[in-house]
């Protein structure tokens, strides 16, 4: 880095490195090899780095990794329908996996302060939230 990082920058990449460590603790993140045995393929067979690259599941950049937080696996080999919903609008607004990740770990006040990961299986609540979020109009 040829500069010095401003205060601000640090505190949000401090900040966003404590949600991540906390949302390890909470969520499992897994591997993903781990991930691929959620989704009912062969470890290692690289199905979750496919379904990541086509926005069809939620992987975070962890330095040279891909962590998959294990909530949006329903455990029958399918990426739960409200994390595909807000994968496919995520990336029609240019949104990044990792963003968005990060917006599902976040309590909203559209939400009653709970967080779009709390709300998983109200699919229209959470695709409100994320519409007035995201995709608002000035």
């Known amino acids: ?9 640090a505190l949000s990449t401090q900040g966003t490195e404590n949600i991540y460590r906390w949302a390890a603790e909470e969520f499992s993140m897994l591997s993903s090899s781990e991930a691929d045995a959620e989704l009912g393929a062969k470890q290692g067979a690289g199905r ?18 891909i962590k998959f937080p294990a909530f949006q696996f329903m ?12 994968l496919q609008r995520a990336a029609n607004d240019g949104i990044g996996q990792n963003e968005l990740t990060l917006w599902t770990f976040g309590p909203r006040a559209s939400l009653k302060g709970e967080r779009p990961v709390d709300k998983v299986e109200d699919l229209e609540d959470v695709m409100r939230v994320f519409s007035a979020t995201f995709e608002a109009q000035w």
Do not use: C, Y
């Open 48 to 65: 979750a780095q496919t379904l990541r690259r086509g926005n069809r599941a939620m992987g975070i950049e962890r330095g040279n990794r």
């Open 1 to 9: 880095m040829e500069t010095a990082a401003s205060p601000q920058r």
């Open 75 to 86: 455990g029958d080999g399918k990426v739960h329908p409200t994390i595909f919903s807000l």
